[in-house]
């Protein structure tokens, strides 16, 4: 190309990316994520609580034996050692597991702090079941509480009993129980615990769970559990919006807020624009506060106003986030676009094809300006991949449109996959509208295409589990191909094991996917059960296979049955070997002799003796566990757990975990863009500082990656934000200067980017 004698506009934008090398790899069965909610059967049969004990959203582990903080000892039959719950839209649902039965009469108590005060008042209720000697339910009574302070009693958990006793019964209240061994089931209508409908979220009460002899409260209670709070919190922020304005305008971008909780909520809201513009939430500042009821939602109107000197083609990303106003952990954001010019072009989108297939992507392209323009279309492909645009209406070439003043049309981007190439890769297509008078006005929008198997269903998952005991898998399926799918679902145990194929909620048995083409998606949960007295060691290999027609996929769930696990929670669902100091690390013992004892020692990573439990219980269901707490300054390295039979001293099996200091990383850029401007050509521009904050506890390095046009940029950056550096907190500043070539076309602006990555030792 000849030399081009105008000028030339010249951006760059910045990303910080955090490359975590320390991240462990989840190889076991994921967490399905949200508490599971099913009807329950009371009818003395356990099968329907699956679901419901293997989240341990659901449920609370108590310690057994020695090890509990109550008087329990050798009183097994009054020792609780699981307590779950769930719901549905008439009833709350009750599990408890004791150590084991005996022929005495046990009472169980349940106590409903109502109101989630943390009291036990006169208007909170209680629960009483009462077993007979042989374990079958003969009475079940909702009473009021009668506190011994008048003000209420505390609400305490594990090893601390209420000192209140029970007062008035409900007549009329709708209560059922039943039993089969060591379990027991209840239910109790919402309407009964004084809950207006609806109930399908369930209601932020909170209980606990006391289990004794046939003897009044509070004398009679020989066990209690922790508290289990039914306060479920959540939110949702929608949607992403994109626009386009001129220098000097305001533009209004509405969202919708809403409360996904049990509970009345305050949420803090917080709009930050990328350039730096200002910003404004219902007309006034930046930040704002508001209060939902459960199931509540609000409109929230971000205001952004575009500077008057604000460049054409700049885009700006306004975020609005929302955030419990106590608990930051839930949050959600929404991302507003806007480009400065005549055209807006959206959504930037993600599709998934096949290879050999065209993947075709809409685009909505919006004349924002009061006057009609042609504006030119172009695409591009990061692959290289020969995409074009198209009428989506016709299917015929598009190079140019005509659009009338606050009028849109759709455009659409036609995406050839290559044949052969291989799943799992991604390109990334870049469609433009240039404003014909003048190309240096232009919108973009982006789209991401996913190369799959036309039926895909992924990953494969490897696991330990207990005999007796079941296991839960994680799927993703799939529909890559371009037409509507009914994809057909089935699964094999090499073992011959019992499983089953379930909707994501792991509550409702599936054979069939109905999916949506290009990326239609749906995850389901495989669930393999081991049977009892399966011999450790024992690996089944379970192929779950999806398939529509001539095409299908399979992935393998490998299970392999251990005598003993360490898990991070207290319901032995959430399965971990790696632990940070002053964790509390629980094992699990799996597939033992019923009612025998058996020893759990803990040893350090020099070998040394770390923790002796005493001699623990096995349940008639062949499970006993214990946990160590580590110390604040435990010895990082691999630890491990040994069981052992308690009568013979024999070792029935051991497990190693890791104990390591967990990584602080953090890192920020002070900018996201950096506008150089018009420049003419061999001309440097000014100079532009970026600074780069991070914050390791490991010495870590840190580097940058550039990318787009900076050659024909010129684009120097030189600085400290490159190379090995010391654990801290620390700042680092680069430079950056363009000075672009002769070779640079002056009608198409420049577009570099630049990726800081930070990765510990």
């Known amino acids: 190309m000849g030399r081009q004698h105008g000028q030339t506009r010249v951006r760059g934008s910045l990303s910080a990316v955090l490359a975590l090398a320390i991240a462990a790899a989840l190889t076991g069965p994921l967490p399905l994520g949200a508490l599971t909610q099913t009807t329950i059967s009371i009818d003395g049969a356990f099968a329907d609580w ?327 279309l172009s695409a591009t492909d990061g692959s290289g991949w020969p995409v074009s645009v198209l009428d989506p209406m016709t299917g015929d070439p598009l190079t140019a449109v005509s659009v009338a003043a606050g009028a849109s049309t759709q455009v659409m981007l036609r995406v050839p996959i290559p044949s052969g190439t291989p799943p799992g890769t991604i390109s990334t297509s870049t469609l433009r509208a240039a404003l014909q008078s003048d190309p240096t006005a232009f919108g973009e929008a982006r789209a991401v295409t996913v190369v799959r198997l036309p039926i895909d269903i992924e990953p494969d998952r490897t696991g330990e589990q207990g005999a007796g005991q079941a296991i839960q898998y994680a799927h993703t399926v799939t529909n890559a191909s371009d037409a509507q799918q009914t994809v057909s679902l089935s699964a094999s145990s090499s073992q011959g094991w019992t499983v089953q194929i379930l909707d994501a909620s792991a509550t409702q048995p599936i054979t069939t996917l109905d999916l949506a083409p290009n990326g239609g998606s749906a995850d389901v949960t495989v669930r393999v059960t081991v049977p009892a007295g399966v011999a450790q060691g024992t690996v089944d290999q379970t192929t779950v296979t999806a398939s529509a027609g001539a095409h299908s996929d399979q992935v393998v769930d490998s299970t392999t049955v251990v005598n003993l696990a360490t898990y991070s929670d207290s319901a032995f669902s959430q399965r971990s070997d790696s632990f940070a100091p002053a964790d509390r690390v629980y094992a699990r013992g799996m597939g033992l002799f019923a009612y025998s004892r058996v020893v759990f020692s803990w040893y350090d990573p020099m070998g040394g003796l770390a923790h002796q439990s005493p001699d623990i219980g096995v349940d008639s269901l062949g499970t006993s566990a214990a946990y160590l707490d580590l110390a604040d300054d435990a010895a990082e390295g691999t630890w491990e757990v040994v069981l052992t039979d308690d009568d013979t001293g024999a070792e029935i099996a051991r497990h190693a975990f890791q104990v390591a200091v967990p990584s602080v990383l953090t890192m920020s850029v002070d900018t996201t863009v950096i506008d150089f401007g018009l420049l003419d050509p061999s001309t440097p521009s000014d100079t532009h500082t970026v600074n780069v904050t991070v914050e390791s506890n490991r010495p870590y390095a840190l580097s940058r990656s550039i990318a787009g046009d900076a050659a024909l940029m010129g684009l120097s950056v030189t600085g400290e934000a490159n190379g090995d550096k010391p654990a801290g907190t620390d700042t680092h500043a680069d430079a950056y200067q363009a000075t672009v070539s002769w070779d640079a076309d002056a009608g198409v602006p420049l577009e570099a980017s630049v990726a800081y990555t930070v990765v510990p030792y």
Request: with cysteine; aromatic share 8%.
């Open 50 to 376: 699956s679901p419901v004990l293997a989240d341990s959203d659901n449920t609370l582990s108590d310690p057994s034996g020695p090890a509990d903080p109550d008087p329990v000892n050798d009183l097994k039959d009054r020792d609780i050692s699981l307590l779950a719950s769930t719901w549905d839209s008439d009833y709350f649902y009750l599990y408890v597991r004791r150590t084991e039965t005996a022929q005495t009469q046990i009472r169980f108590w349940t106590y409903f702090d109502l109101d989630h005060d943390g009291l036990m008042e006169d208007t909170d209720l209680v629960l009483e079941i009462r077993l007979n000697r042989w374990g079958d339910p003969k009475s079940y009574t909702l009473m009021a509480y009668d506190p011994d302070a008048v003000t209420g009693d505390p609400l305490t958990g594990d090893g601390e009993t209420l000192p209140g006793t029970t007062g008035d019964e409900l007549a009329g209240a709708s209560v059922s129980a039943a039993t089969e061994g060591i379990e027991m089931e209840a239910r109790v209508a919402w309407s009964s615990l004084g809950f207006s409908p609806p109930h399908d979220a369930g209601h932020p009460m909170q209980f606990k769970q006391s289990c004794g002899l046939a003897a009044a409260l509070p004398e009679g209670v020989n066990d209690n559990t922790d508290i289990v709070s039914l306060r479920r919190r959540g939110l949702t922020l929608v949607p992403d919006r994109y626009s386009a304005g001129l220098p000097g305008d305001t533009l209004t971008y509405t969202h919708t807020l809403t409360n996904t909780g049990n509970d009345t909520e305050v949420f803090e809201l917080a709009a930050t624009s990328s350039e730096g513009w200002a910003v404004s939430l219902d007309g006034g500042g930046s930040t704002m506060q508001v209060t939902l009821a459960p199931g509540g939602s609000v409109d929230v109107q971000v205001g952004l106003a575009i500077p008057v000197d604000a460049s054409f083609s700049v885009t700006d990303r306004t975020s609005l986030s929302a955030t419990l106003l106590d608990d930051p952990a839930y949050s959600a954001t929404v991302t507003d676009s806007t480009n400065v010019g005549v055209v807006s072009l959206s959504p930037d989108q993600t599709a998934a094809g096949a290879e050999g297939t065209d993947v075709d992507h809409t685009f909505t392209l919006t004349n924002i300006s009061g006057e009609d323009h042609v504006f030119d």
